[in-house]
T-cell receptor, first 113, second 110 residues
Framework: DVKVTQSSRYLVKRTGEKVFLECVQDMDHENMFWYRQDPGLGLRLIYFSYDVKMKEKGDIPEGYSVSREKKERFSLILESASTNQTSMYLC????????????FGSGTRLTVV | RKEVEQDPGPFNVPEGATVAFNCTYS??????FFWYRQDCRKEPKLLMSVYSSGNEDGRFTAQLNRASQYISLLIRDSKLSDSATYLC???????????FGKGNQVVVIP
């Protein structure tokens, strides 16, 4: 069963901490994405990557960075966590062209206190 | 104009009834269209792709109207298990990025 795996289901961090969210896919997909989802705001794209070592800013990249050193792994980094980054974070992957849509991981619910 | 617009609802539907909802999209060059289902506190999952000719998958029917730039989803014989949020999804830039609507919340009532 193909899947996208996110390292943590729930995470609680303190303000100012550096936070790493990991995502691994086993489908040999070229594209990987990080979204956050908040009530009333829907899914918002943070960063995405078309290939290893490539990254592109999404709609809300401020306060985040990413790393893609291997094709199967895409990491989201919160450089200095703040309370307004409390959210559900969803990783997704797709084939080139996204003609079959995205496959999502089960999400990480991050709380920053 | 937002890339993808949906009426959030909720759509309260008696069990066994039919429910239909639309979403509109702004990019006339969009080529790929999907409906995703998202259960409470879960990740979105692909329900079905939407083709120009329309398509059906069991009790679910999707239609695309390119001229008016909307897609629709119809659910027949609603089940309690159909209660979820249905996200309308359209490709953004003819390549790899998809735009997600905020979803239509469906609540099937016994």
């Amino acid at each position: 069963d193909v899947k996208v795996t996110q390292s943590s289901r729930y995470l609680v961090k303190r303000t100012g901490e550096k936070v790493f969210l990991e995502c691994v896919q086993d489908m040999d997909h070229e594209n990987m994405f990080w979204y956050r989802q908040d009530p009333g705001l829907g899914l918002r794209l943070i960063y995405f990557s078309y290939d290893v070592k490539m990254k592109e800013k999404g709609d809300i990249p401020e306060g985040y960075s990413v790393s893609r050193e291997k094709k199967e792994r895409f990491s989201l980094i919160l450089e200095s966590a703040s309370t307004n980054q409390t959210s559900m974070y969803l990783c997704a992957s797709s084939l080139q062209g996204a003609i079959y849509g995205y496959t999502f991981g089960s999400g990480t619910r991050l709380t920053v206190v | 104009r937002k890339e993808v617009e949906q009426d959030p609802g909720p759509f309260n539907v008696p069990e066994g009834a039919t429910v239909a909802f639309n979403c509109t999209y702004s990019n006339s060059a969009s080529q790929s269209f999907f409906w995703y289902r998202q259960d409470c506190r879960k990740e979105p999952k692909l329900l079905m792709s939407v083709y120009s000719s329309g398509n059906e998958d069991g009790r679910f029917t999707a239609q695309l109207n390119r001229a008016s730039q909307y897609i629709s989803l119809l659910i027949r014989d609603s089940k309690l298990s159909d209660s979820a949020t249905y996200l309308c999804v359209v490709n953004r830039d003819g390549n790899n990025r998809l735009a997600f609507g905020k979803g239509n919340q469906v609540v099937v009532i016994p």
